[in-house]
């Protein structure tokens, strides 16, 4: 049987133009960095830079030298660097992009990087840098007590970088107009049900940042074999895989798909848009999507570095992100920073072992792949 797989170019393909991009772009940190997928949709498609700036009046200065600090992420682009500079007086260049471009523009610049500090919600990405020797260690911000044991626990022992967050990489969505009655799944076994064949999406775990955590939850959960036995089972009766969560939104708004695993701020910003579906948080928990910040290791601006992932640890910083970020769902790190009202209450979250994600992170990312051509 054919794969239902919807992706606008091969995987292999596009990572491949992606790094001849940003080989080229690398020395010029306000360059647009370059798609991971040739057809992908508007500013969604492409890395790009900013500089933000706000009135010299408002920030506290503590930068007479007018240093900027560039900083590769994936969300919070539109907010961060105001937020930052009016608290420190440093701007900051932010460089985003979806999970793919930013880590594959850190590949292709290895030999003279171009970032300060990498903030992004692919902690298992993160962690292979830590084992390529790429990032700063042996420092601990000062308020790295205020987080939450959960989260604390999740730092490495070198102190190579530092979590800011989680959120679901996937909760079900499912179309309340299609699906109904006894047809609603509450787990994730569920949607292997032959009932929701040809119906159900998510995207794709080579280009979502958060989609990665989220098979690879399943994969530790049930072992390699078995993980693979459970997505070919999926793709089997039509699992369709999207570029981005946003690809999978827009299947379930037109009624491509009626069921979807969706990271959850795509799934409640859904809600909130009136659109007709409910979200389903499976008893056995949500795989988690880990956020975190972590320093260049030959960076000349360590200094700041460090004030701007100590900023990100604040629980007034992370509230305000809650507040009127864009990627506001999330649960966050800090101790006295609380959810979105309207999140689940309760809702779990389950942590993959970094090193676990990281280890078998290509293998699994190059099954995925090999699916696409079947």
Known sequence: MKREWRKTAGVAAGLLSLLAVTACGGQNQNAAGAAANGNNQGAEATATASSTAVPTDTATST??????????????????????????????NIVSGNGAEIMSR?????????WDVVWIDAMPSIYGLDAKDQLM????????AGLKDNYESLIPEDGSYYP????????IVYNKTTVKGADIPASWEDL??????????????????????F???FFEDKGMDGGKEYFNHLMEQGLRVYPKNPQVVQALTSGEIDIAALQESNAYSMLSAGEPVELVWPEEG?????????????????DAAKQFVSFLLEPEVQQELIDSGDESYFEPSAEGATPKADRAKGAKLNFTDAA????????????FADQAVQ
């Open 63 to 92: 930068n007479a030298g007018g240093e900027t600090l560039t900083v590769y992420l994936n969300d919070f682009d539109a907010v961060i660097g105001e937020m930052f500079e009016k608290k420190s007086g440093i701007k900051l």
């Open 106 to 114: 850190i590949e292709a610049e290895k030999g003279n990087p171009q």
């Open 137 to 144: 260690t042996g420092w601990t911000p000062e308020n790295v």
């Open 164 to 171: 800011t967050g989680a959120h679901a990489s996937g909760i």
């Open 192 to 213: 292997k049900k032959a009932a929701y064949k040809g119906k159900l999406g998510m995207a794709d775990p080579a280009i979502a940042a958060p989609a990665y955590p």
């Open 215 to 217: 098979v690879a939850s």
């Open 286 to 302: 949500a795989p988690a999507s880990v956020r975190v910040a972590a320093i260049q290791k030959n960076t000349d601006k360590a």
């Open 356 to 367: 676990y994600a990281s280890e078998h992170e290509a293998e699994i990312k190059q099954w």
